[in-house]
């Protein structure tokens, strides 16, 4: 026997087919449209939009958490350019329905877990405990589950952060150097099989810097005796003035020896002609008549003290009976046996000797005549 088909289960597959219809309609007058939703920590929901294919248009948000009830409109937007983008929500772990309009026309309509979207909200109270070598981390516990809180550490040698991660706001750190300062910041994630993989992790906790239990306001500097810091420009600019000092000065040995191979030095004639400026003023005439006559006394072998022997005259005698010669044949030193010539009579011009015989002292000729002798 055929069975019949109820009234009200019919009046449901038809209802289910326009509902389906409804959201084909939807989705493909929507197609330009992107939705993003954010839950935070269950206490609010964001719902924005991309209306790059409407510009200037206001499009209209309508929500509610009661499935088959009316949708209400937002009223609370966010504007970008003047516009609607956004809509604000008091949230709660359930699901919301809502539909994107430009006037009467339909562009989306969906309908999501919120706790798809979820990003919790940031550690607080949080709490160090030293323990020696090890911190305990310690904060309020948010009233959901499937949640990580994760402590991140470094000290300021480290380049990256390392992570400490516990299902409890109860996270121990420990291997930690108590003559380093340490940085630590905390957050909470969720877990992808109980949120899925849209949910995000919350905001980072402020920072906090540590070091032997002790809250400081830095890890740029390490405690302890404050050592003056050389500057790096005082050490950039000394060496560099010490530098250009060094190549003056070769610049200028190079250039003294280039000079003295271009032009040569002209030697003092103070070290040549002892006396000539000492006591004669330069002046090379009287210099030469003080000097003309020096001797230079020659000292005995043996260290004695040098003796000076006396004068003596060289007498040169010839007697031969030849013609006497005139007196004035024979240069001015030569004096006859009678008389001597004076030692300041003027020279006279040399002459070729004439007469009588020569004597041939040095490169001197003499002519002598009878009864004459010569004395030097």
């Known amino acids: 026997m055929r069975q019949q088909l109820r009234p009200w289960a019919a009046a449901t597959v038809l209802l289910l ?18 939705v993003h939703i954010t839950c935070f920590n269950f206490e609010t929901v964001q719902v924005t939009w991309n209306a790059t294919g409407h510009p200037g248009t206001n499009l209209t948000f309508f929500y509610t958490f009661t499935r088959g009830a009316g949708h209400r409109p937002c009223t609370n937007y966010t504007l970008w350019r003047g516009h609607t983008s956004g809509c604000l929500l008091a949230a709660r772990d359930d699901i919301l329905y809502f539909s994107i309009r430009n006037g009467s026309r339909l562009l989306v309509s969906r309908s999501q877990w919120l706790s798809d979207y979820l990003k919790p909200g940031s550690p607080k109270d949080v709490h160090f405990r030293w323990l020696q070598e090890d911190v305990l981390v310690t904060c309020s516990d948010l009233p959901y589950g499937g949640l990580l809180y994760e402590v991140q550490y470094r000290s300021r040698f480290d380049a990256e952060w390392e992570s400490r991660e516990a299902t409890t706001c109860n996270v121990t750190v420990g291997g930690l150097d108590t003559q380093k ?34 809250l400081r306001d830095s890890c740029e500097e390490e405690p302890g005796p404050r050592r ?8 950039i600019s000394s060496s560099v003035t010490l530098l250009t000092l060094c190549l003056l000065l070769l610049s200028l040995w190079r250039l003294q020896r280039v000079k003295k191979l271009l032009v040569p030095s002209v030697p003092d004639p ?14 090379f005439q009287a210099w030469i008549a003080d000097t003309q006559n020096v001797v230079v006394p020659l000292a005995k072998a043996g260290g004695l003290e040098p003796e000076t022997p006396p004068e003596e005259a060289l007498l040169i005698h010839l007697l031969k009976t030849e013609p006497e010669a005139p007196a004035s044949s024979g ?11 004076p030692g300041g009579s ?15 002292l040095g490169d001197f000729a003499f002519v002598m005549s009878d009864n004459s002798y010569m004395m030097l």
């Open 17 to 34: 087919g326009d509902l389906v219809a409804s959201r084909d309609a939807a989705g493909a007058a929507g197609e330009g449209l992107q």
């Open 228 to 235: 003056t810091r050389f500057p790096k420009f005082i050490l």
């Open 181 to 214: 300062c340490y940085s630590f910041r905390t957050r909470v994630k969720t877990t992808e099989d109980q949120y899925g993989p849209h949910a995000t992790p919350s905001d980072w906790s402020q920072v906090t810097h540590w070091q032997r239990a002790e």
């Open 270 to 283: 103070k070290g040549k002609f002892p006396g000539l400026f000492e006591q004669h003023q330069g002046n």
């Open 331 to 341: 240069p001015a030193c030569l004096q006859t046996g009678e008389e001597e010539a």
């Open 346 to 360: 003027p020279q006279l011009p040399p002459q070729a000797p004439q007469g009588g015989d020569r004597v041939f």
